[in-house]
């Protein structure tokens, strides 16, 4: 059996009841375009293969690759790619068909992740993602709650976001010093909410949380003035976590106006 390696932040699922729980979640049929970022030892991988016949794995440790191949040619047709996830791109699949990620995410690279897979949100039709705990709740977080931030804004921009079910620390081998959950991800097709420019919209919401404690008329300074804010019917008193989605998105749109 392979061991993990540190400088890839390796943590194997081995916990059968988890696997059976993301299974579910999943539901992978045959025709499904899935693919499974990292997929370790195959905890995921196999079942996932059995269910679905074909599969398109990304993994960076090329130690890992040929146990991988090997055992699964007994359940299906597996691609692995050894790549590095954050510098891979989805390559776009013929009409009608979109991918299906799932994957346990290392934990120093989730955020980033996240934010280089919705550059390519059009080609995907859902994501299950193992994370840490505290990521998950920030993604799933309502505007006002103390986890709401930058990445609950631009996740929910982007996605329909669930919060499935806690993960353990002794689900996995070596175990996290930290808590796991896995969370559903659905790109939408279309948002509900005009952001005029993603760019700018960006921004404002990057900037706006990078002094979360200072209110909006304070953070947002560099690029708007109070009078701006007023005139989309915010409070400029306010603080970044106090504001919806949709207030963003005023921001954005008459800044560009």
Same mark, same amino acid.
């Given at each position: ?12 699922? &081995?916990?059968?009841?988890?696997? *059976? ?35 398109? %794995? #990304? *993994?960076?440790?090329?130690?890992? @690759?040929?146990?991988? *191949? ?16 954050? *510098? ?39 994501? &299950? ?9 920030? #993604?799933? %977080? ?38 796991? %959950? ?46 701006? @804010?007023?005139?989309?019917? #915010? ?23």
């Amino acid at each position: 059996m392979q061991r993990a390696r540190k400088r890839f932040g390796q943590h194997f699922l &081995h916990d059968q009841r988890v696997i *059976e729980s993301i299974l579910r979640a999943v539901d992978p049929r045959p025709g499904d375009r899935l693919l499974e970022i990292g997929p370790g030892q195959g905890a995921l991988t196999y079942p996932l293969l059995e269910r679905c016949q074909e599969l398109v %794995a #990304i *993994e960076l440790d090329r130690d890992l @690759i040929p146990a991988l *191949e090997s055992r699964a040619a007994r359940y299906g047709k597996l691609e692995i790619i050894n790549a590095d996830i954050l *510098e891979y791109r989805l390559p776009a699949l013929p009409p009608g068909n979109a991918w299906r990620l799932v994957g346990n995410l290392p934990y120093n690279i989730s955020t980033p992740l996240m934010f280089h897979l919705l550059e390519s949100a059009q080609l995907i039709k859902d994501m &299950h993602f193992m994370v840490q705990k505290e990521v998950a709740l920030r #993604i799933v %977080a309502p505007p006002g709650d103390t986890d709401y931030g930058r990445l609950s804004v631009m996740l929910q921009y982007h996605c329909e976001c669930q919060y499935l079910f806690d993960v353990a620390p002794g689900s996995f081998t070596p175990p996290p010093r930290v808590d796991s %959950a896995v969370i559903r991800l659905r790109p939408l097709l279309e948002s509900e909410h005009d952001i005029g420019n993603y760019e700018v919209f960006s921004t404002i919401v990057q900037t706006a949380f990078g002094q979360r404690r200072k209110t909006i008329s304070n953070s947002l300074k560099p690029l708007m003035d109070r009078a701006l @804010i007023i005139a989309c019917d #915010i409070d400029p008193g306010l603080r970044a976590q106090n504001l919806q989605l949709a207030d963003f998105a005023k921001l954005s749109r008459a800044l560009i106006q």
